[in-house]
């Protein structure tokens, strides 16, 4: 599977954008989707999953009610908009695909799209 992530960007604080990651290779349909970011010097954290038929999403704590993943799976994509963005919400995010164990932790996810940065202004 490969993944290619893009829509960040440079936005003010209080503002929204749109991340989109399309996939190609084997069935996108399938696979738990999710998003992770990394901010420099910090360690890669869980943003968001999404689970294949849509029926379950997974938020970590500092961007529940603010962040929303979606996925369109006659697409192969999935979105992550993002709104009420803050300067906290700096990093670069990176989609991710199957994974094997807790969402949460980076190395249970078997793919990895490339990162698209976000930078939150105030």
């Known amino acids: 599977v490969q993944l290619q992530a893009s829509g960040g960007g440079l936005v003010q604080a209080g503002g929204s954008l749109r991340l989109s990651c399309v996939a190609s290779g084997r069935t996108f349909s399938i696979y738990v989707m999710g998003w992770f970011r990394q901010a420099p010097g910090k360690e890669r954290e869980f943003v968001a999953a999404i689970s294949w038929s849509n029926d379950y999403t997974y938020y970590s704590d500092s961007v529940k009610g603010r962040f929303t993943i979606s996925r369109d799976n006659a697409k192969n994509t999935v979105y992550l908009e993002m709104n009420s963005l803050e300067r906290e919400d700096t990093a670069a995010y990176y989609c991710?695909?199957?994974?094997?164990?807790?969402?949460?932790?980076?190395?249970?996810?078997?793919?990895w799209g490339q990162g698209t940065q976000v930078t939150v202004s105030s």
């Open positions: 991710a695909a199957d994974p094997r164990g807790s969402y949460y932790a980076p190395g249970s996810w078997q793919y």
